[in-house]
Nanobody, 123 residues
Framework: QLQLVESGGGLVQPGGSLRLSCEAS????????ISWFRQAPGKEREGVLC????????IYLNSGKGRFTISRDNAKNTVYLQMDNLKPEDTAVYSC????????????????WGQGTQVTVSS
């Protein structure tokens, strides 16, 4: 029943910011963990940040520390990824995925995925 749709990607200059949205439909997000992943051309998919059902966040991407923040707005049934001080190496397709309650250690353990949104960081 749960469906996820990402939005907010685009072209941004190095040092700029973007806020990505992961909007859910078909079910409320309050019993789900939502994780952001990214995949750059020629590279493996990597976890970025996850927020669990009680709003505890886990960062998987060391290079995102101090720059990326995940948050949840239950009233809008949406999870956000705020990305500041973007770098060219952040260029990737960013996707959100859902699992029940807790963040998982492998992307294959997430049940529902959005379609992805392209983030390009370039001058």
């Amino acid at each position: 029943q749960l469906q996820l749709v990402e939005s907010g990607g685009g072209l941004v200059q190095p040092g700029g910011s973007l806020r990505l949205s992961c909007e859910a439909s078909g079910s409320t997000l309050n019993s789900y963990a939502i994780s952001w992943f990214r995949q750059a051309p020629g590279k493996e998919r990597e976890g970025v940040l996850c927020i669990n059902y009680i709003d505890i966040s886990t960062i998987y991407l060391n290079s995102g520390k101090g720059r990326f923040t995940i948050s949840r707005d239950n009233a809008k049934n949406t999870v956000y990824l705020q990305m500041d001080n973007l770098k060219p190496e952040d260029t990737a397709v960013y996707s959100c995925a859902a699992a029940r309650f807790v963040c998982r250690d492998t992307s294959s353990k997430y049940d529902t995925w959005g379609q992805g949104t392209q983030v390009t960081v370039s001058s």
